[in-house]
Each structure stands twice: as C-alpha cells, then as structure tokens.
C-alpha cells in the first residue's frame, strides 16, 4: 500500500505566510511533516506563525528573500541546525507582473524571473547537497498555466514558469540518482491575492470580464481553491510518489483538457 505518510519529515515551503504556498504547508503538517517557511518581512513571517498555531501547526518561519543566494543559504543551514535537513522543498514564493510586453521595462521582466525562476534554483541549491547526504529528498515547483500556454500582458511569468517546468525536469535527470524526485504542481486558476485583480467584482455587480473567461475554460465552472492543492503536494511530498520524477502534476480542473465553453443553442 502507498505511504502518504510524512511523520518524521521537514517541509521548507517558501512565501508560505499565506496563499498557496500556506495551503500546501497545512496539508504537509497534515500528513506528518514539520513546518519551515518563509516570507520577506517578519510581520508577514509573525501573521503566519499566528495562522499556523490557529490550525494547531508548530511552524518555524524564517525571513529571507529567496532570490538572495547568501540570504538562503545562511537559512538553510540555521533551519538545518535548528530544525533539521530539508526532507521536502516546495518552491512556491512567486510574483506576476501584468504588462503588455512593449511596456515592460527590462528590469520588471528581470525581477520577475529572478523570483519565479532564478529563486527555485536558488533554494533547490542549497536544500539538495543536504539531501544527498541524507539518502534522498523531494523538491516540488509550483509552476503554472502558463508553463504550457501564453496569454497577454504576462510574457516575463511565462517565460519564466515555462523555465521552472524545464528546470524541474533537469533537477530530476541530474539528481534522480541520489534518490531525490523532484515535481512540479501546475496550478490552474486559484482564487488567491495574487488573482484578487482578475476576480474583481465590477461597478455595476457583474463578475470581471477574466473571472467570466476563466470559468468558461474551466470544465468544473469554477476557480480553484489553494487547498484543492493540499493532497497532490502530499502525493509528490511522500514515498508514494518515489517512482515519480520530473512530471509536472496539473491541478486545473481541467483547463488544459478543455477547449472551452461553446457557445450557447450550438
Ligand atoms: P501570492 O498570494 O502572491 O503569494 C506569494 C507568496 O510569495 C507571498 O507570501 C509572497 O510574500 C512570497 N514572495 C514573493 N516574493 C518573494 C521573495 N522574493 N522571497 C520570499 N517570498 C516571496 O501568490 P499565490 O497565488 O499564493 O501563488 C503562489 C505560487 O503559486 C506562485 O509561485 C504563483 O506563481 C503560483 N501560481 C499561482 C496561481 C494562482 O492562480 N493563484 C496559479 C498557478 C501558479 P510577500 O507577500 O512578502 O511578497
Ligand atoms: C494570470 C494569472 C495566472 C495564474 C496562474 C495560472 O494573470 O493569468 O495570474 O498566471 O496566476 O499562473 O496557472
């Protein structure tokens, strides 16, 4: 029988004060694990202590700033004498910036891949050698829709979840020998902050034009919630996933499957 079981494991979920990356941690705790996260400012790392406890999760949160290779590897080795050595690492700090390519600077499409792409690289870096040692480990990227397809206005995230579904396939080619998976979850639609601006409620009452598209595209008719992603991070997070590497795991509601709403009397 498969072992969702993670009792005895340490879990690092990065910029996971709240959101998805919150969601996924509180499955991980649920399974067994042990929490490390962190965020880029301490009152944000405090409210999700606060969060935590309130879910009966003794979580030991970090400030760093992921895209900051000292910075992590100065954590890393403080949670490794504090807590312990990463058994599961889920990337998750992200950012999104919605500028039409033409309008964005070098430096705004710089930024975002150093979060969303250069960050993963980072953190993996620093967890894996640890994870050699130890016999094994698991690292999980959260990538996106927009690993597989473009929309407008948000070219530097693609570019850079495409990167991060590339990345994740040659971590797991690279360091599948020592035992370590390394998957990735692509999210669909999730109603979180980062999305707030897509699902705003209009002037006159109307949902927003995209959260109108968004749910035509979705065949379950509806956005997904962070925690629809809980138990698909415990799958790449345990044993029961050991012959699982270099897959990126859609949760989408099948966005990806579906060609979209017809219209209607068709
Ligand atoms: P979110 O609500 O914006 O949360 C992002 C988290 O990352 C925040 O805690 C943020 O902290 C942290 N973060 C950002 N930059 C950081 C940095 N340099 N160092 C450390 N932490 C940093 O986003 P979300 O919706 O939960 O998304 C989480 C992940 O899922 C992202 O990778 C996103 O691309 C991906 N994703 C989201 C969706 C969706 O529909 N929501 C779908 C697919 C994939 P601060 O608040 O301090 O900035
Ligand atoms: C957007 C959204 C998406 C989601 C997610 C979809 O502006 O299109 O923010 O990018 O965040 O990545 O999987």
Same mark, same amino acid.
């Given at each position: 029988?498969?072992?969702?079981?993670?009792? *005895?494991?340490?879990? +690092?979920?990065?910029?996971?004060?709240?959101?998805?990356?919150?969601?996924? !941690?509180?499955?991980?705790?649920?399974? $067994?694990?042990?929490?490390?996260?962190?965020?880029?400012?301490?009152? +944000?790392?405090?409210?999700?202590?606060? !969060?935590?406890?309130?879910?009966?999760?003794?979580?030991?949160?970090?400030?760093?700033?992921?895209?900051?290779?000292?910075?992590?590897?100065?954590?890393?080795?403080?949670?490794?004498?504090?807590?312990?050595?990463?058994?599961?690492?889920?990337?998750? !700090? $992200?950012?999104?910036?919605?500028?039409?390519?033409?309008?964005?600077?070098?430096?705004?499409?710089?930024?975002?891949?150093?979060?969303?792409?250069?960050?993963?690289?980072?953190?993996?870096?620093?967890?894996?050698?640890?994870?050699?040692?130890?016999?094994?480990?698991?690292?999980?990227?959260?990538?996106?829709?927009?690993?597989?397809?473009?929309?407008?206005?948000?070219?530097?995230?693609?570019?850079?979840?495409?990167?991060?579904?590339?990345?994740?396939?040659?971590?797991?080619?690279?360091?599948?020998?020592?035992?370590?998976?390394?998957?990735?979850?692509?999210?669909?639609?999730?109603?979180?902050?980062?999305?707030?601006?897509?699902?705003?409620?209009?002037?006159?009452?109307?949902?927003?034009?995209?959260?109108?598209?968004?749910?035509?595209?979705?065949?379950?008719?509806?956005?997904?919630?962070?925690?629809?992603?809980? *138990?698909?991070?415990?799958?790449?997070?345990?044993?029961?996933?050991?012959?699982?590497?270099?897959?990126?795991?859609?949760?989408? $509601? *099948?966005?990806?499957?579906?060609?979209?709403?017809?219209?209607? $009397?068709?």
């Amino acid at each position: 029988m498969a072992d969702f079981s993670l009792k *005895g494991k340490t879990a +690092l979920v990065t910029g996971a004060s709240y959101g998805i990356g919150f969601a996924i !941690a509180n499955a991980l705790a649920e399974a $067994g694990a042990t929490i490390v996260f962190n965020d880029i400012k301490q009152e +944000l790392v405090d409210k999700g202590l606060a !969060a935590y406890a309130e879910n009966g999760i003794t979580a030991h949160g970090y400030v760093c700033d992921v895209t900051n290779e000292e910075a992590v590897q100065a954590m890393v080795a403080q949670i490794e004498s504090e807590v312990g050595v990463v058994d599961i690492l889920v990337n998750n !700090a $992200g950012i999104i910036k919605r500028i039409p390519m033409l309008e964005m600077s070098a430096k705004d499409f710089r930024q975002v891949i150093d979060v969303d792409l250069n960050a993963p690289f980072i953190v993996s870096k620093a967890v894996i050698p640890s994870m050699i040692k130890k016999g094994g480990g698991k690292i999980i990227n959260i990538c996106s829709m927009m690993s597989e397809l473009g929309r407008e206005t948000v070219s530097a995230y693609a570019a850079a979840k495409g990167g991060l579904k590339m990345l994740t396939k040659n971590i797991a080619s690279e360091y599948g020998q020592y035992n370590i998976q390394c998957n990735g979850i692509g999210p669909g639609y999730i109603a979180t902050p980062q999305t707030a601006p897509l699902r705003e409620v209009q002037p006159d009452g109307s949902k927003h034009p995209f959260d109108q598209f968004i749910l035509a595209k979705t065949p379950a008719n509806r956005w997904g919630e962070a925690a629809d992603l809980g *138990g698909p991070a415990v799958f790449l997070a345990s044993s029961a996933s050991d012959f699982v590497n270099g897959h990126i795991l859609y949760v989408d $509601g *099948g966005i990806l499957a579906y060609i979209g709403k017809q219209p209607q $009397g068709d």
